[in-house]
């Protein structure tokens, strides 16, 4: 059986946003996000893509959504093979590659998972389940674009 979800957001933009020092001939790219009961995530373009730079951008949160995936499935990986986690860290990125056109995209993401394990004879199946989160992650499977893993295990 499929379960079904469906996620809902709204997204909110104004054209009467000005910011010092833009012109009239581009648009502010700042807007915001949200969703019932969750604090609003105020959103811009990258800096490279005349955004602010002190907000989230889209790309920001694709490559934190796969990393908090990865996590959350990862975790439950261990959790169904007896592996108890300690930390879990990832030094996450993405590749964004864009074209003469204006059009782009991601081309990959590497996660960079470090793990801290109690029990050393654990590793080897620490680091194994890693390649069955990523055909567990929801947004890992939604992807067109390679999610590599370089993951390490550390012990306490």
Known sequence: MILKHLFKVALRWSSERE??????????KNHSISIDGKPDINISAAKAFKGDASLYNPED?????????????????CSQNGISIANYKDDAEAFLEVNDDGSGRIVKVILNPIVTVSDSNM???????????????FIANSC?????HFPSCLVI
């Open 61 to 77: 949160l694709i490559l934190s959504s796969l990393a908090s995936c990865h996590m959350m499935s990862y975790l439950y990986c």
């Open 19 to 28: 910011i010092e020092g833009i012109s009239n001939k581009r648009f502010v």
């Open 144 to 148: 067109n674009f390679p999610v590599v």
């Open 123 to 137: 590793i080897e199946l620490a680091l194994s389940l890693h390649k069955k989160a990523n055909e567990l992650c």
